[in-house]
């Protein structure tokens, strides 16, 4: 399995970002999947996860109102689209797949011991 984040870059605060992360090697639809961070310093964090179908999807406190995970399972890519950014939301991102392929349609999960596929991050920079 690989899975390639792309999209992070330097934004003021207040802007907006749109992450991708591109699977192979799985059949990406059966797997739930999940944006987590961590930023330098701090323990790794849950931002979002997302059900194989796209249909459930859950959200850090943080980040709730603000991001949107979403995904094409066409084009086997998961998206976070990340507005009105703050200065602590910088941070590496990392894109998850779920260690288990699932028939559930609305499971999702939130703890990063159920992922077994990581991306090698994204950095996201947020200026004030």
């Known amino acids: 399995v690989q899975l390639v984040e792309s999209g992070g870059e330097l934004v003021q605060a207040g802007g907006s970002l749109r992450l991708s992360c591109v699977a192979s090697?799985?059949?990406?639809?059966?797997?739930?999947m999940a944006w987590f961070r961590q930023a330098p310093g701090k323990e790794r964090e849950f931002v979002g996860a997302?059900?194989?179908?796209?249909?459930?999807?859950y959200y850090a406190d943080s980040v709730e109102g603000r991001f949107t995970i979403s995904r094409s399972n066409a084009k086997n890519t998961v998206y976070l689209q990340m507005n009105s950014l703050k200065t602590e939301d910088a941070a590496l991102y990392y894109c998850a797949a779920h260690k288990v392929a699932t028939l559930r349609d609305s499971y999702y999960s939130a703890n990063p011991a159920d992922f077994g596929s990581w991306g090698q991050g994204t950095q996201v920079t947020v200026s004030s």
């Open positions: 997302i059900s194989r179908s796209g249909g459930s999807t």
């Open positions: 090697g799985l059949t990406f639809s059966l797997y739930p």
